[in-house]
C-alpha cells in the first residue's frame, strides 16, 4: 500500500501551481477543463491536488484546507530542497531528530505547511 494523492485547498490555483510546479518534480498536469483543480503527477503516480478553496469532488469531498503533509526524502535529496525553497524565497526551519535524520517544515503561500524528512513513520515510535 502507499498514499496515492493528496489535496490542498488555495485562493488561487494559478499561484499554488506556479509554487509547487518549481518545487516539486514531476511528470505531468492534469487540471479540470475549468482550472478549478489542478493535479501534480509524480514520476512514481502518486499526486499532489491543488484545488481551489470550497471546490467538491466526487461524492461532495473536498480538499484540505489547513494541512501538513511530508515527504521522506535523502540526505542528498534534503539539500537539493533547501536549495529550491531557498530560491523560492520560502523561509524553512530545520528540525533535527535522532542522528542522522533530519527535517524541512516551510509554509506554502495558502498556509499549508510541507516537510521533507529523511526518516519514515517506521522509526518515528522510538522518538
Known sequence: MR????HLEVASVERALEFYARLFPHARQVGWDDRS??????????????WTRG???KYKGRAGEHTHYAFQVTLD????YRLRLTQ??????DHAWTPPHKSIYFFDPDGHQGEFMTKDWNDIASE
Open 77 to 80: 535529496e534534503l539539500e537539493i
Open 37 to 50: 483543480a489542478v493535479a501534480l503527477v509524480f514520476d512514481d503516480g502518486a499526486a499532489l491536488g491543488i
Open 3 to 6: 498514499l496515492l494523492e493528496i
Open 88 to 93: 523560492l524565497g520560502v523561509e524553512f526551519i
Open 55 to 57: 471546490k467538491l469532488g
